[in-house]
């Protein structure tokens, strides 16, 4: 399909008229820092009621003594809620990105146990300048063509050797080939 039609370069209005009609594309995603302390159930019978125990001590404001060993590190920087909740879990990195900064807290239970949480630095997302992006958008633009242009060839076939789509099969296919026709 990629040698039946070719795609010419845009011009650098439609460039950048493509960036502005897709700002969610290119808008980075919120980042934090935090450091964390762990508190292991396969070593303590209460490992929350242990957490909570030791941020009550600290008032939220010293670093928690104390903790289980961990092999991920104490503290992390400037990761986004998918890089987060591949290494602790979505239910965990959810709660770390709804925490302010500044002070300790928790407990927050993550696929490996109980964590104190203190979140260091939030950096909110943004959408960087057109020209910091202008190759990433040309590549963006590229892949939008070429996807429209698939589609258009498809439907072409579809109509030139009378192709229908049956309403059961139809769900299964990928919404540019399953428009048009079923019977």
């Not at 762990?38 to 957490?51: L, T, V, Y």
């Not at 003594?65 to 959810?94: I, K, Q, R, V």
């Not at 807290?105 to 490996?112: D, L, M, N, R």
């Amino acid at each position: 399909i990629s040698d039946s039609f070719a795609i010419a370069e845009p011009s650098e209005e439609e460039l950048r008229g493509y960036y502005e009609d897709h700002p969610a594309e290119f808008t980075t995603a919120p980042r934090l820092s935090f450091e964390q302390r762990f508190f292991s159930p396969a070593r303590r019978p209460d490992a929350e009621g242990d957490a909570a125990s030791f941020l009550r001590r600290t008032s939220g404001e010293a670093a928690p003594d104390g903790g289980d060993p961990l092999f991920l590190e104490g503290g992390f920087d400037s990761l986004d809620e998918t890089t987060l909740a591949s290494l602790f879990g979505p239910d965990f990195a959810a709660a770390v990105f709804a925490l302010d900064a500044g002070s300790w807290q928790g407990p927050i239970a993550s696929g490996y146990g109980v964590h104190l949480v203190k979140v260091t630095r939030i950096e909110a997302g943004h959408l960087p300048a057109f020209e910091e992006l202008r190759e990433e958008v040309l590549s963006a633009w590229r892949d939008a063509q070429y996807r429209a242009g698939k589609a258009q060839y498809l439907l072409a076939l579809r109509e030139k050797y009378g192709v229908t789509v049956a309403p059961s099969v139809a769900p299964l296919l990928p919404r540019d080939f399953a428009g048009g026709a079923a019977e």
